[in-house]
C-alpha cells in the first residue's frame, strides 16, 4: 500500500506562487508520479506527470511554461512549482502514483492523495 498526502496550498493572489508537496510512505516502488486538478463543477485534469528517474516531464498545455514537477526520490516525494498562477488555476490538486508507462489519464494511476486547495485570487 502507497499512502501519499499533499501539502503547501492556500490562498495567492493572480501573478503569485505557490510550491505543492506530496510526500509518499509505503510501498514506494519505482514509480512515476503525477499531479491532477479539479475544479469546482468540473471533472479532474492532468497537471503534470515526472518519471521515476526524473529525466522525462509532461504537462498540460494550460499549465506549460508556468508550473515544474520534479522529485526527491531520497526524501519519496514530488513537487509542483507553480508561478504566475491564474484565477482559472483555482482546484483541489492531487498527487498520484502510477503504473505501466507514464500517462496523463487517471486510469494509469492507482494511488492518489486526499488532495489540497489552492485558490487563486483576481
Known amino acids: 500500500q502507497v499512502q501519499l498526502v499533499e501539502s503547501g496550498g492556500g490562498v495567492v493572489q493572480a501573478g503569485g506562487s505557490l510550491r505543492l508537496s506530496c510526500a509518499a510512505s509505503?510501498?514506494?516502488?519505482?514509480?512515476?508520479m503525477g499531479w491532477f486538478r479539479q475544479a469546482p463543477g468540473k471533472e479532474r485534469e492532468f497537471v503534470a506527470a515526472i518519471t521515476w528517474s526524473g529525466t522525462l516531464t509532461y504537462y498540460a498545455d494550460s499549465v506549460k511554461g508556468r508550473f515544474t514537477i520534479s522529485r526527491d526520490n531520497a526524501k519519496n516525494t514530488v513537487y509542483l512549482k507553480m508561478n504566475s498562477l491564474k484565477p482559472e488555476d483555482t482546484a483541489v490538486y492531487y498527487c498520484?502514483?502510477?503504473?505501466?508507462?507514464?500517462?496523463?489519464?487517471?486510469?494509469?494511476?492507482?494511488?492518489w492523495g486526499q488532495g489540497t486547495q489552492v485558490t487563486v485570487s483576481s
Open positions: 498520484a502514483r502510477g503504473f505501466g508507462t507514464i500517462a496523463r489519464v487517471e486510469d494509469a494511476y492507482q494511488y
Open positions: 509505503g510501498r514506494t516502488f519505482s514509480s512515476y
